[in-house]
């Protein structure tokens, strides 16, 4: 199996502050990291290696010190990396066009996986747009993947309903944040990573044609949590008899 893994640098946001005054996400001095479901993606690709054999490579388009990030998922289990760096203006258009680019540049594929979503902007399109361009079949939101000799199994939780699908290779799966939780990596295995390879490649090497924004993101705004801090300080079964009232009189609760 020759998997493809799509993993994007993002900001932790769980560390952005918003300013006060303006609202702007403050970004100085937030760490980065990979976001989540890239994770829980390449979780799935080490278990269809493990079982199948075979090759990960990891694709991002981001900074240079996304290749910093990159390591982690290498000493997780993939085996090389590919980073594109990062036009300084982009949108899911050009991040779509760029992935293609280097996986047909990657050449040979079964299996294509990205996360449902990235944390930071969360659309979503980045999986079905990249799949659109290499013509391939797509199934989204995977929560289980089965790999049979000529065809995968995907299924997906849809809260009243469970749908389970199939496609041929090759195909792009999301993968969903309940599908697994992602392995640490051993001491060992993070040493042993400095040895793979992070191929670093310049957009010139990927597409010909000049690519452009086709959408602006005109602004971000922080929105404020209105907390209402109401506190329960009778004894536990009123506090409970309370606590449910309240959440009933907001619509929580029936
Ligand atoms: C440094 C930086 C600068 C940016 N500048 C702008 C800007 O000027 N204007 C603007 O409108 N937007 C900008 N963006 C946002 C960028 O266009 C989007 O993040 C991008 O299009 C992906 O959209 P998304 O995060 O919603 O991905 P989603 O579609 O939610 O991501 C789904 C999955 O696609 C894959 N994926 C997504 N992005 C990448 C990636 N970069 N590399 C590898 N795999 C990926 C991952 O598997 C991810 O889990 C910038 C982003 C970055 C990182």
């Avoid at 690709?45 to 990030?69: L, Y």
């Avoid at 992935?99 to 050449?107: D, E, H, P, R, T």
């Avoid at 004894?235 to 907001?250: H, M, P, T």
Wanted: aromatic share 2%; hydrophobic share 40%.
């Amino acid at each position: 199996m020759n998997i493809i893994l799509c993993a994007k640098q993002v900001v932790d946001v769980a560390e952005i502050k918003i300013d006060p005054a303006t609202k702007k996400p403050v970004l100085a001095g937030v760490p980065q990291k990979i976001s989540d479901m890239d994770k829980n993606a390449l979780e799935e690709a080490i278990k269809i290696k493990e079982k199948h054999g075979g090759k990960i490579t990891v694709v991002t388009v981001g900074a240079p010190d996304a290749k910093e990030r990159m390591r982690e998922l290498l000493a997780m289990g993939a085996d090389e990396g590919v980073l594109l760096t990062q036009p300084p203006q982009t949108d899911y258009h050009m991040i779509a066009h760029l992935l293609a680019g280097a996986i047909k540049k990657i050449g040979s594929y079964d299996i294509i996986l990205c996360g449902e979503a990235s944390i930071d902007m969360f659309s979503g399109q980045i999986g079905p747009r990249l799949a659109g361009l290499l013509n391939i079949p797509q199934i989204t939101y995977a929560q289980q993947i089965t790999v049979e000799p000529t065809k995968v199994v995907s299924e997906k939780n849809l809260g009243e309903k469970s749908v389970t699908m199939e496609s041929p290779f090759p195909v792009l799966l999301t993968v969903t944040k309940e599908s697994n939780q992602p392995r640490l990596p051993s001491l060992m295995a993070i040493l042993a990573s400095s040895n793979k390879p992070i191929h670093e490649w310049s957009t010139t090497d990927i597409v010909s044609q000049t690519l452009q924004p086709k959408v602006q993101t005109l602004d971000v705004k922080g929105i404020p949590m209105q907390r209402k801090n109401i506190i329960f300080q009778d004894d536990l079964d009123q506090s409970v008899g309370k606590l449910v009232n309240e959440l009933a009189k907001v619509g929580v609760l029936r």
